[in-house]
């Protein structure tokens, strides 16, 4: 008899200890694709409350950026953002169509850009990973010529510390896509500052920006930056953004805003 009920507690607690349920929904976490689900929520197999559309959550965001100074005339571009994230993973789509300024001309431009990451969180520092792809989707008669893909590769770290501080720094490299007529140059961007949560809805930071210019011989872009989001409720918010720059050939002064919202 008593072999038999220690065999029996010793299968009980490896299936115990092999069997994690953090947000006590009845999902194991290794399959739980919504993670955190309230105590009182009945769920699917995947462990989503079964109210929700669809695993994970969607991020949609519009808005547009206003380049200015005393010299040229203002610039303003419309500019759509959509991300999904699911567990670690997060998958985004964006467009930018703006205008690259140089010697000659004004060039168009219009972008898709292509992103997959993934986060990790230990303790209270968090880094992301991200690769992704940059086409060019400009008219032909619109641009001097055809272009390759850009591909990237970046890092994301911030490091909280106390309960409303935070640190961030941003390293992002890419590989340019050539044309016909131009070697573009591969470059690398580096962002870093330091944010602070005013209130529970009112986000502030401050940041330097530098990036290589990938037009051969030709001044890199540097600015500061001074960046607010407020959120309004659970699934709407917004986002203002001034920056600085002290380049030659950038806009002194640009403004950005943006409006968005999640949807799960």
């Known amino acids: 008899m008593l072999p038999r009920l220690v065999g029996f507690f010793f299968i009980a607690s490896v299936l115990l200890f092999?069997?994690?349920?953090?947000?006590?929904?009845?999902?194991?976490?290794?399959?739980?694709?919504?993670?955190?689900?309230?105590?009182?929520?009945?769920?699917?197999k995947y462990g989503c409350s079964q109210n929700k559309l669809f695993p994970g959550k969607l991020i949609v965001q519009i808005g547009s950026d206003t380049s200015f100074n005393q010299i040229d005339d203002t610039v303003s571009n419309l500019n759509i953002y959509a991300n999904?994230?699911?567990?670690?993973?997060?998958f985004s789509i964006a467009n930018s169509n703006y205008y690259v300024t140089n010697l000659s001309n004004d060039?168009?431009?219009?972008?898709?850009?292509?992103?997959?990451?993934?986060?990790?969180?230990?303790?209270?520092?968090?880094?992301?990973?991200?690769?992704?792809?940059?086409?060019?989707?400009?008219?032909?008669?619109?641009?001097?010529?055809?272009?390759?893909?850009?591909?990237?590769?970046?890092?994301?770290?911030?490091?909280f510390f106390q309960k409303k501080h935070n640190l961030f720094f941003y390293y992002s490299y890419t590989a340019s896509g050539d044309s016909d007529v131009i070697d573009y140059e591969n470059f690398h961007s580096v962002s870093a500052g330091y944010g602070y949560s005013v209130t529970d809805k009112w986000y502030t930071?401050?940041?330097?920006?530098?990036?290589?210019?990938y037009y051969p011989d030709t001044d890199d872009y540097r600015a500061v930056s001074w960046y607010n989001s407020y959120r309004f409720n659970q699934s709407v918010y917004a986002t203002l953004n001034y920056s600085h720059t002290f380049d030659d050939i950038s806009y002194s002064h640009i403004v950005t805003f943006t409006i968005g919202a999640y949807f799960d």
């Open 205 to 213: 930071a401050l940041s330097y920006n530098y990036a290589q210019n």
């Open 18 to 44: 092999g069997y994690t349920d953090s947000d006590i929904d009845g999902v194991d976490d290794s399959i739980d694709l919504c993670p955190g689900t309230p105590f009182d929520e009945l769920v699917d």
């Open 107 to 159: 060039v168009a431009e219009n972008n898709l850009y292509l992103t997959a990451g993934y986060t990790f969180v230990k303790d209270n520092i968090r880094t992301r990973f991200s690769v992704g792809t940059k086409f060019d989707l400009s008219d032909r008669e619109s641009r001097e010529q055809e272009r390759d893909n850009d591909y990237y590769a970046s890092v994301n770290v911030e490091y």
């Open 84 to 90: 999904y994230m699911i567990k670690e993973w997060n």
